[in-house]
């Protein structure tokens, strides 16, 4: 997969806001993705990106996903925040969800040092957000990063994915985040897997669906697939529901 060519195609397909004819997704792009994020927050992710960024801390990395294709198992804070943690415009998408849709429930596979999980946290306070993450020492750098940006709503998890889907049976999730173990084959089972604990109306969101060409593979597939009637591809992330009460219909849309 050239991904400049790919980047090229998504352009040319994109949507603006008046090729839409679903209210849904109308509503997506004109509702969800213009919400501002709250100045206090910006101001307060700015000083942890700068800090993470400096960070020249040496971590021992367990990775329990597809690896990196850049890193390898001693990695510094600041280069797994350069390459692995969610920033700009889509860290900024995780807030616009859960400040627009007002998820009660969020599952986030792949915690990381914690962006997702407190850009979560900043767009919707009400939500309880669970997150896994399998690297323990990974997982201790997101709870510090937890306290010092005051994100409380967030059950932390430190377990592989295939551990946490195995025991748990708790409340379905209305917003799904899969950002981890970017394998083609892998993706298509853990949504299948996740299917008893999802609703109708719930909102996966899939990252680097272009990472590489099993990943690319499967999102063609997942969005063939007659389960999910709404796509939206992003690009760099995919948005999938079965929302079963719509006709089937797939968007690229630019963000
Ligand atoms: C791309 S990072 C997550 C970034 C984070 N979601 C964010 O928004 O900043 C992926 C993380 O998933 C974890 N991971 C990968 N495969 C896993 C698995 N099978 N079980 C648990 N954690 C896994 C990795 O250790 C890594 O920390």
Request: net charge positive.
């Amino acid at each position: 997969m050239i991904l400049l060519l790919e980047y090229f195609k998504y352009c040319f397909k994109a949507k603006g806001r008046h090729g839409i004819h679903s209210p849904f997704v109308y509503d997506f792009v004109n509702k969800c993705l213009t919400t501002k994020m709250n100045k206090k927050f910006i101001s307060s992710q700015k000083k942890l990106f700068k800090n993470l960024k400096s960070d020249k801390t040496i971590l021992n990395v367990n990775d329990f996903g597809a690896g990196s294709k850049k890193l390898n198992d001693q990695r510094s804070v600041s280069s797994i925040f350069s390459n692995s943690s969610s920033k700009g415009k889509y860290s900024k998408l995780l807030y616009t969800i859960a400040n627009y849709y007002t998820p009660k429930n969020i599952l986030e596979f792949g915690t990381s040092l914690g962006i997702g999980s407190i850009h979560f946290s900043a767009g919707n306070k009400s939500s309880n957000i669970t997150t896994i993450e399998a690297c323990e020492n990974t997982f201790l750098i997101a709870q510090q990063n937890f306290k010092i940006t005051n994100t409380t709503n967030v059950n932390s998890i430190l377990s592989t994915f295939d551990d946490f889907l195995e025991n748990y049976s708790e409340d379905k999730f209305d917003v799904i985040f899969i950002d981890g173990h970017h394998d083609g084959i892998a993706l298509v089972d853990y949504l299948e897997r996740l299917k008893p604990h999802t609703h109708n109306d719930s909102l996966f969101i899939l990252d680097d669906i272009r990472w590489s060409d099993s990943m690319l593979e499967a999102w063609n597939s997942i969005v063939n697939d007659p389960y999910y009637h709404v796509s939206l591809d992003l690009f760099r992330m995919g948005i999938i529901l079965p929302r079963h009460q719509q006709t089937k219909e797939h968007f690229t849309i630019k963000i």
